[in-house]
């Protein structure tokens, strides 16, 4: 698993719910991470921005990261509204 500075395992863990839920996987998406220089964000907490791309659809979302930001369930509402594509269908068992 990447090492992530602001994502939290918590929430790690409800993002791969989200995904499993709507019939994703974990490696059908490429998170990055960026922390924003709080110098330069005139903010004492740690925040950053996410981005989620779909290796698939090649689709991209930008989420804003750290205290009072709810990226997942943004990421969710995204994911069900199609933003990223539809999900791979699975191959009917024989």
């Known amino acids: 698993m990447?090492?992530?500075h602001l994502i939290t395992d918590d929430e790690?863990?409800?993002f791969?719910?989200?995904l499993r839920e709507n019939g994703w996987r974990?490696?059908?998406f490429e998170l990055q991470e960026e922390e924003l220089d709080q110098?330069?964000?005139e903010v004492e907490t740690?925040?950053?921005q996410l981005g989620i791309r779909n290796l698939l659809t090649q689709?991209?979302?930008v989420y804003r990261l750290g205290p009072g930001w709810e990226w997942v369930g943004d990421f969710a509402r995204d994911l069900s509204n199609g933003r990223f594509g539809q999900p791979p269908r699975k191959s009917p068992r024989l």
């Open 2 to 4: 990447t090492s992530f």
């Open 12 to 14: 790690f863990t409800q």
């Open 59 to 61: 689709a991209v979302e």
């Open 46 to 48: 740690c925040t950053g």
């Open 39 to 41: 110098a330069q964000a």
């Open 16 to 18: 791969s719910a989200v």
């Open 26 to 28: 974990e490696q059908d």
